[in-house]
């Protein structure tokens, strides 16, 4: 008897899902039409503490493009979507991708790009300071 196959694994779906944030972070799951119907929509999760957040995007395959390994988002509709998005959107395996959320919780700062920024900064306050004397 064979397995099942996982979704979006085999890459014969219509979206491609852009994956955001662990689903072992939430208990619970919506999926919200975003838009027309059929283009974009966002699976919600809920969280034990009651807040809801992105888990996940689908995108229509008409509307985005995969280009060296990268999604490529073609509609207009569907670019607004990107704000949420850091970084690039990395293809996984399938029609799964894999993004970073724009907002970092506080418990996860200071990233190491803040401590990189940090550290150039102070510099810059210390040779501006011995040039003074």
């Known amino acids: 008897m064979a397995k099942r196959k996982a979704p979006g694994s085999t890459g014969k ?5 852009i994956e955001i944030r662990p689903k072992g972070q939430f208990s619970s799951f919506r999926v919200q039409d975003v838009g027309k119907k059929g283009g974009l929509e966002r699976l919600a999760g809920h969280r034990k503490s ?7 995007w689908l995108i229509a395959k ?10 490529k988002v073609i509609g207009k509709k569907e670019q607004s979507m990107l704000k949420q998005i850091k970084g690039p959107i990395v293809h996984v395996k399938g029609d799964i991708f894999r993004a970073h959320p724009r907002n970092v ?4 700062k200071p990233t190491p790009a ?3 920024a940090q550290k150039a900064n102070i510099k810059k306050a210390q040779a501006a300071r011995a040039k003074k004397r």
């Open 50 to 56: 009651g807040s809801w957040d992105t888990v996940s």
């Open 62 to 71: 008409d509307k985005a493009d995969v280009v060296k390994g990268h999604l």
């Open 13 to 17: 779906g219509k979206f491609y899902r």
């Open 114 to 116: 803040m401590k990189r």
């Open 105 to 108: 919780p506080e418990a996860k």
